[in-house]
């Protein structure tokens, strides 16, 4: 059984109802969003995360393989339209096994995040 098999399995079983907004289109999926915890240094948009930080205001997405993300989309999941901050596809033996993204919700922007972000660090 090939290794995009488990995880369709796992996304069809567990997995939220997620929309993509792609061109006009709309498409159904089932994809893992979950509150992203940064356990080690990460940068997102060239700004410096402290280790541990936790603030609940970025998503981790991971969905299938065959449904490419891209910066900029919009996906809708829970009653909330996400951005797509930045995203990668993970393969293995040449095959696309899971597409993952970091997701912000569109009722802030990017700048207010960072602001916030700058009074928390100044206390």
Same mark, same amino acid.
């Given at each position: 059984m090939k290794l995009t098999s488990y $995880? !369709? &399995? %796992?996304l069809k079983k567990f997995g939220n109802t997620v929309r993509i907004s792609r061109g006009g289109r709309t498409e159904v999926v089932k994809a893992f969003v979950q509150p992203l915890r940064r356990r080690h240094r990460l940068y997102i948009n060239d700004r =410096?995360?402290? %280790?541990? =930080?936790? !603030?609940? &205001? =970025? $998503? $981790? =997405?991971?969905g299938p393989g065959n449904r490419p993300l891209e910066d900029g989309m919009r996906i809708y999941c829970k009653h909330t339209w996400y951005t #797509? #901050?930045?995203a990668e596809i993970f393969a293995a033996h040449d095959e696309d096994i899971y597409v993952w993204a970091i997701l912000m919700p569109e009722y802030r922007r990017k700048e207010d995040y960072y602001d916030d972000f700058d009074r928390e660090q100044d206390r």
């Open positions: $995880l !369709d &399995r %796992a =410096y995360i402290p %280790a541990g =930080y936790f !603030d609940n &205001r =970025y $998503l $981790l =997405y991971i #797509v #901050v930045t």
